[in-house]
């Protein structure tokens, strides 16, 4: 069994900055592909970004590209999303996903686990 545990939501203005974590523990994540999703009320779950555990490859959706961040420590079985210039339309809970494959997935049916989720507020 997988367990994700998601911190570091808040509220934040406008241009502000939050860095979520992801605390994972369970079976090994030595070959897992870790994700962050985020749904907004009303809106589908939809992925925002990706890295594979082992090697560390990152991938973003188009709408975070170059404000968002995301990274691993391996010695803490942890996942971070840095969250950089945030916009109001950022707002969402924001899940922490991992599959059950070192390839990352854009999909959020590719991912077995999922955290309990942290709620992201962007005031404008």
């Known amino acids: 069994q997988v367990q994700l545990v998601e911190s570091g939501g808040g509220l934040v203005q406008a241009g502000g900055s939050l860095r979520l974590s992801c605390a994972a523990s369970?079976?090994?994540?030595?070959?897992?592909?870790m994700g962050w999703f985020r749904q907004a009320p009303g809106k589908e779950r939809e992925f925002v970004a990706a890295?594979?555990?082992?090697?560390?490859?990152?991938y973003y959706a188009d709408s975070v590209k170059g404000r968002f961040t995301i990274s691993r420590d391996n010695a803490k079985n942890t996942v971070y999303l840095q969250m950089n210039s945030l916009k109001p339309e950022d707002t969402a809970v924001y899940y922490c996903?991992?599959?059950?494959?070192?390839?990352?997935?854009?999909?959020?049916?590719?991912?077995?686990?999922w955290g309990q989720g942290t709620q992201v507020t962007v005031s404008s």
């Open positions: 890295v594979t555990w082992s090697v560390g490859i990152t």
């Open positions: 369970g079976r090994s994540f030595s070959t897992r592909a």
């Open positions: 996903a991992a599959r059950d494959s070192s390839s990352y997935s854009r999909s959020r049916y590719e991912y077995a686990y």
